[in-house]
């Protein structure tokens, strides 16, 4: 090993805790950079082979019923390059072991073989003998979640009839990869799930014995979507087509599309934090070794070594650092990609889900942590690369210090000594200061942002339960049916209070713009689910026109005032237009909203509604849990506040183990930085320490110049960092927002306490660590050294 | 040998080693000396005689390995580190060779700094006034010369009104013209405040200016002269 590379290894090991640092903030940077790109590239690769291993249906389209004789027209239509045609329904299942009715999709089996599109990965058991209609296969999350697998039996309501399902396998499918009941934010494998069933029982229990009620299509090569799919609506619309439509609004692609877009957020927005900040410490301790390295500096270009073979050297400490911090890095980055794939397995049913970073990925980490370090040390390094040899062999001038601008010299006049010392050091040396500072308030800034997810969390359940949907279960019918229906609902044991609702499946057109979406009639008055507008308080809906939520509002370009056209997907395919009287908030997706009567006047079919919203006495719950089991008239039944509850939790075994990482990942950052800082200043001031020990300072007086230093530059980071903190936040949530939620920004005082209080502690923690040298000053061997 | 007056300082047997075993650095090897009060005293030798280290034990900043040595009557070898600083504090003056004033404070400031610590303090003024730089009062210490700096750090010394002045070669790194200029300073104001004043050095011209000059070998007292006039500092040439 040369000379020359010894040193730089001892250079290392003096500046060790530094450089530690570093390390730990490039590594908190690179492995949530291979966590995200790395999950984002293994989500994306498993979907696709997924989706082309078991033929993932590109287009599909739901009618009321359409005869198998038209089968042959749909797959001459252009662009199809395979057909599935079948019955899918909703069954209301009563399963013994849980107390409330669950709720079911059905999808039908082919007579024969296969699906050939949106084939099912059978996990365990075996495929439905078409010889016995009983039999079914469950999905796998719903199965782990019943605790039901082959040869056990469910009871289920089907359009009104009840069965008894025989399970035989369990299974999954590119179509059901993420699971939720319609409108419902997170998975309730326990509420919801998916049976396959033989085409023929279905067709007997939904009276569809030569028809279907659905078609999955999968496309040629090269085709053109928009023509297939207006081919599909022209035939198919006689026979009560909603639209066909692609994979954007199948819920399950749409899910993982916002994962991917998320991670995707993530994957820039917190490494470039951190790799900032591990540029910033890279600067400020390389700028300290060389000052102290002025006399090695002049030493060697004395002895021949060019500026270039100086700049090098230096150079190689930040580069070793960069390179320990992406081992580091990409080891953890590994392992937390590998919990965040196990995490996902409870959420996204893959055959197989394994995390698995690119080569580029490492490639691509890598570079950045080099980036970063060389970023922070480019200005060092030119600085001793520049030094003339004979300059480096002399001592350095003192600093120059100069009176400070008028009110600010006056108000020093007002301070003892050492706080005038403290005050000047900062204004003397703004650039390193200001470095400090937003180093500090970089990592309140994270923290704050770390901690807004709770927040807004919090937020967004409290306005979508407590505001929006306040009914304890909701019960839908069958088929629309007429308003006494509402007085059996009310009969129902334990019902306080049964409000009615209507959805209507409708296309919305403005201009050249068209959505299709979903219109929910409000009875005036509501007191359950209500139409929440700003700042997550509910609003009345007027009596006529209707309410759009303010990302359909925007997709459509309609404001308050616009007439647009509403046409029913279903039935007399009803074809309006309405003026749009109102903009909703809702957290959760993206209706419109009417007022009840007006929409069944819309629909002209007046009094009749889709289902009810209940308010239930908690006492009488298995009572009415019972009844609803036996009456089969009900298409499902949501348990609100079991899917509140269910969120939280799972929102607080999930998302809160992300938050404990990135917030011990913002205690690495306040760490990293307080304690660079800390050190800095001990060496810059070792002079002035051990000059105030000696003329009789006690060590606590001596060490109030450092910690004072210190101290002030956290107290100035603090409103920096909770502005900073907000504006990241706000944009943070601008960046997950999508068509599906709405991430309002909470301004939640806690979070700012906590991230304030936290990041100065760490900061004073460092400080007093550091403060401990002034207990070891050599008063002597520092005073009597040049400098 | 016989002080004319009652000791300022006593110190008996004193040894100071540096590490233990075979790296053991013996600084000082047994050092007795008695300091009379407002005496000027000198102490001389080549690099490494031990000279500073006994001063700094004297001045609280070090402590012996074994011996005795008394301030006053009041032992230094029993003090803790918060005794040692309370020494320092109401008793001793340093000056040393590289000056040491805070760069953030001017030169008013960098005296005051001692009047928050002190029982019966000069004014920054009346100490610069001493030291002939009234009128460079408000200048940071890169506005001034080294020299000034030098006398700005005795002001900061005697503003406190030591009763001892310790000084490692306060010239060491100053021209012929500019140390006279300090060493005149310093020789006035410690005959009028009547402080102790012990004065490192390796100069031999500069040890015509002590009452006494304690010769340094190896860590041991060598010899002892007493001048029997002390010269002035415009005498001295180096």
């Not at chain 1, 000052?291 to 230096?314: M, P, Q, S």
């Not at chain 1, 296309?507 to 700042?535: D, K, S, Y």
């Not at chain 2, 021209?175 to 310093?186: F, Q, S």
């Amino acid at each position: 090993m040369r000379s020359l590379d010894r040193k730089l290894l001892r250079d290392l090991w003096r500046m060790r805790l530094h450089g530690l640092a570093v390390i730990l903030v490039l590594a908190c940077g690179l492995s949530v950079f291979v966590m995200s790109v790395g999950m984002r590239g293994s989500l994306e690769r498993t979907r696709a082979a997924y989706y082309a291993e078991r033929r993932m249906a590109d287009v599909a389209v739901s009618v009321v019923r359409a005869p198998d004789r038209i089968v042959r027209t749909l797959a001459n239509a252009p662009g199809v390059a395979a057909l599935e045609t079948r019955i899918s329904g909703f069954a209301l299942l009563d399963v013994t072991k849980i107390e409330e009715p669950a709720t079911a999709r059905l999808v039908s089996l082919p007579r024969a073989g296969r699906p050939r599109v949106n084939d099912l990965f059978l996990r365990s058991g075996r495929w439905p003998d078409p010889a016995h209609p009983e039999e079914a296969l469950i999905s796998e999350a719903f199965a782990t979640a019943l605790g039901v697998g082959p040869g056990d039996s469910l009871a289920a309501t089907m359009h009104g009839r009840r069965e008894a399902l025989r399970i035989v396998g369990v299974a999954n499918a590119p179509e059901f990869i993420f699971v939720s009941a319609p409108g419902e934010l997170f998975p309730q494998p326990e509420r919801f799930g998916v049976l396959w069933m033989g085409r023929e029982a279905l067709a007997r229990a939904y009276d569809l014995d030569g028809a279907f009620n659905e078609v999955v299509v999968r496309l040629a090569h090269n085709a053109d979507q928009r023509k297939t799919v207006a081919a599909l609506d022209k035939i198919l619309r006689p026979y009560g087509s909603s639209g066909a439509y692609g994979r954007d609004r199948m819920m399950s692609d749409r899910y993982l599309t916002e994962e991917l877009h998320q991670l995707s957020t993530m994957a820039i927005f917190l490494p470039v934090f951190f790799l900032l900040v591990a540029a910033f410490l890279v600067n400020i301790s390389l700028s300290r070794v060389i000052a102290t390295e002025r006399a090695n500096i002049g030493l060697l270009k004395a002895f021949g070594y060019d500026d270039g073979a100086v700049a090098w050297h230096y150079a190689k400490s930040a580069l070793l650092l960069a390179c320990g911090g992406a081992v580091v890095g990409s080891v953890v980055g590994v392992w937390f990609g590998g919990s965040v794939a196990s995490l996902y397995q409870q959420y996204y049913f893959f055959p197989k889900l394994e995390f698995v970073a690119s080569p580029l990925t490492f490639v691509a980490a890598w570079a950045a942590g080099f980036l970063a370090a060389g970023a922070g040390a480019a200005l060092s390094v030119r600085r001793a690369a520049r030094l003339a040899p004979a300059v480096t062999l002399q001592p350095p001038k003192p600093p120059a210090f100069a009176r400070m601008p008028g009110p600010i010299e006056a108000f020093s006049h007002g301070l003892d000594a050492k706080s005038r010392i403290i005050m000047r050091r900062i204004l003397r040396y703004p650039r390193r200061a200001g470095a400090t500072a937003l180093g500090i308030a970089l990592a309140i800034a994270l923290l704050i942002v770390a901690r807004s997810f709770p927040a807004v969390m919090d937020s967004l359940l409290d306005v979508h339960f407590a505001q929006g949907n306040r009914q304890s279960v909701t019960l839908s019918f069958v088929e629309p049916r007429e308003m006494r229906a509402l007085h059996d609902v009310e009969r129902l044991p334990g019902v306080i209070y049964a409000e009615p609702f209507r959805t209507e499946d409708v296309i919305f057109r403005h201009g050249r713009r068209q959505v299709q979406e979903v219109i929910v009639g409000v009875p005036e008055g509501a007191r359950l689910n209500r139409v929440i507008g700003r700042e997550g308080k509910a609003i009345a809906l007027p009596a006529v026109g209707v309410t759009l939520a303010r990302t359909l509002a925007a997709k459509l370009s309609a404001v308050p005032g616009d007439e647009i056209e509403v046409e029913q997907t279903r039935g007399r395919r009803v074809r309006m237009p309405v003026r749009v009287t109102g903009i909703a908030d809702p957290m959760l997706g993206g209706s419109a909203y009417m007022d009840l009567s007006a929409l069944m006047r819309l629909m002209r079919e007046p009094g009749r509604v889709s289902g009810a919203h209940l308010a239930m006495d908690p006492a009488r719950h298995s009572e009415f849990n019972a009844a609803v089991k036996a009456i089969p008239a009900f298409a499902g039944a949501s348990f609100v506040t079991l899917a509140e509850r269910a969120t939280r939790k799972n929102f607080d075994d999930h998302v809160g183990l992300m938050i404990a990482i990135y917030s011990a990942f913002a205690a690495v950052m306040a760490g990293g930085v307080a304690f660079s800082a800390a050190r800095v200043t001990m060496a810059e001031q070792e002079r002035d320490l051990a000059t105030l020990r000696v003329l009789g300072f006690t060590r606590r007086e001596a060490s109030y110049v450092l910690i004072g230093e210190i101290a002030a530059l956290a107290l100035l980071a603090a409103p920096l960092g909770c502005v900073l903190g907000t504006g990241l936040a706000m944009w943070l949530m601008q960046l997950f927002q999508t068509d599906m939620y709405a991430f309002p920004w909470v301004f939640d005082p806690s979070s700012y306490a906590f991230a304030v209080a936290f990041t100065l502690g760490c900061v004073l923690f460092a400080a007093f660590i550091v403060r401990r040298e002034v207990d070891r000053l050599d008063m002597v061997g520092v005073l009597k050294a040049r400098d | 040998m016989v002080s004319p007056s009652p000791p300022a300082y006593r110190v008996r047997g004193l040894t100071k080693v540096y590490g233990d075993g075979a790296t053991a650095v013996h600084a000082l090897r047994g050092i007795d000396l008695e300091i009379a009060e407002g005496e000027m005293l000198v102490l001389l030798g080549p690099s490494g005689s031990g000279k500073s280290t006994l001063l700094n034990i004297m001045g609280g900043l070090d402590r012996a390995s074994g011996g005795e040595i008394a301030f006053r009557d009041a032992s230094l070898v029993a003090m803790d580190d918060h005794g040692l600083t309370r020494f320092r504090r109401r008793n001793v003056g340093f000056i040393f060779q590289f000056y040491n004033l805070i760069p953030s404070l001017t030169a008013r400031e960098n005296v005051e700094l001692v009047r928050e610590i002190a029982l019966d303090p000069m004014t920054a003024a009346e100490a610069l006034d001493l030291v002939g730089l009234a009128d460079r009062m408000d200048h940071f210490p890169a506005q001034l010369s080294g020299g000034e700096q030098q006398r700005v750090a005795v002001a900061r010394a005697i503003a406190k009104r030591p009763a001892v002045l310790l000084c490692d070669e306060p010239t060491g790194a100053l021209d012929l013209k500019t140390g006279v200029r300090v060493l005149e300073a310093l020789v006035d104001i410690s005959a009028r405040t009547r402080a102790t004043t012990l004065m490192v050095t390796h100069n031999v011209d500069v040890a015509r200016l002590g009452d006494r000059v304690v010769h340094f070998l190896d860590g041991r007292i060598s010899r002892i002269d007493v001048n029997t006039r002390r010269a002035s500092p415009s005498e001295l040439a180096w």
